[in-house]
């Protein structure tokens, strides 16, 4: 073959070399994408049921208070809407049950000789029964009650009605058991009788145990009370109707004054050395009476209660103070009376 017909060839080679069609590439193997894992959906919150509106709650009624109506020791008609809140005291034995009811916080005057419990004399006073009430005071203290008693005359309460004050006037007792009304009185008076009826049962114990003892007595001893003795030869005692007479009885003696006309009398010294008591009781010590000053009276050194050392100063007002504390002057009177009983 010439030359030149080896150039044509290899020329043409070449041009078909070019003109053919390139292969396909071979695939390069990759690693499978990984699919990026899709967040479970978030369950959208549910919102609380709205509520309706809280409708009010129905009140409760309350049933008003019953009227109070009773009548006082006067024989008068007293009402009141309700349990009196604000009440004025003209009388210490009224303040004493007042505060023994737990009704100390509704007082909000008292009588100036009210001085027991020591919590009463915080109350403000409103003038001495024994000298003037302050009516100016009462009236701008605006009580819806007056509590008064025995030691408060009439004219006195009429004196604050005509005030249009209302005024409720408790009577003494007569007798011990007059006590149990006076404090069931004031117990409703106060919206207290709850306390008032613990107060009674307690008092009843204590006078039943008291009344038991001294009927195992096997004597009464004569009892000269002495009241006031300005004028020591004939010195004030309790006669014949009185409280304190009826209190000695009880107490398991008897009383000197018993044989007077009147529930309160003088006695002469020469009356008291013929019935010659065995026992003295000095009322009037507060007033500065002594014990020792009792011998030293014209006649009296002869007396059996001094010989025998039995003159006592005692607490007038256990017995004179017709309140709760009349239950403490029978158990004094009857431990002085009888002290081999309460041994």
Partial sequence: MSRKLLSLLMLLTVLLSACAPAAAPTPIATSAPTARPTAAPTSVPTLAPTLAPAEPPTPISTPAPEPIKLTDGLGRSIE????????ISIAPSNTEILFALGAGQQVIGREELSDYPAEAQDVPSIGSVFDKLNTEAIVALQPDLILAAEINSPEQVKALEDLKLT??????????????????????????????AQLIESIKTRYDAVTQKVAGATEKPVVFYEIDATDPTKPWTPGPGS??????????????????????????????????????????????????????????????????????????NLVSRPGPRLIDGLETLAKLLHPELFK
């Fill in 243 to 316: 409280f304190i007479d009826a209190m000695l009885t009880l107490a398991g003696g008897q009383n000197v004054g018993a044989a007077l006309k009147d529930p309160f009398a003088q006695i002469s010294s020469e009356e008291l050395v013929a019935q010659n008591p065995a026992v003295i009781l000095l009322g009037d010590a507060p007033y500065g009476v002594t014990v020792e000053s009792v011998g030293q009276r014209a006649g009296w050194s002869a007396l059996k209660a001094v010989q025998n050392d039995a003159v006592y100063t005692f607490d007038d």
């Fill in 80 to 87: 009141l809407a309700a349990p009196a809140q604000r009440i």
């Fill in 167 to 196: 005024v409720y006037w408790l009577p003494n007792p007569k007798k011990f058991e007059d006590l149990y009304p006076n404090l069931e009185t004031v117990g409703k008076l106060t919206g207290r009788s709850t306390e008032a």
